[in-house]
């Protein structure tokens, strides 16, 4: 069973994603509504994956994956991102991002990008 970091300042995002998640047979590492308190988290939990939001409030989704990509360069970042953010998404890929979710999503989108 996978763990997952869950990372969105949205409170019903990381609701709906760990109801998503836990359904489909992940374990649920832990949430973090911004990238400040995600980096924390990392280092703590050692998650075998973290979807990131790029867009939250103290410390953006790019920059927490940055320190979180220093702290480990295995670490397994998905980005989720509302539509119209491509270049957002871009810079997070060329960061070391292993993919990226396109909001709104549907469950299978979500289990298909954090599967492989």
Known sequence: MKSVLIVDDMLFMRLSLKMM??????EIAGEAQNGII???KYKILRPDIVTMDI???EMSGIEALKQIKAFD??????????MGQEASVCQAVAFGAK???VKPFVEETI???LTW
């Open 73 to 82: 360069k295995n670490a397994c970042v998905v980005m989720v991102s509302a």
């Open 55 to 57: 867009t939250m409030p």
């Open 38 to 40: 995600a980096v924390e």
């Open 111 to 113: 289990i298909k990008g």
């Open 21 to 26: 998640l836990e359904k489909n047979g992940f």
């Open 99 to 101: 993919g990226f979710i």
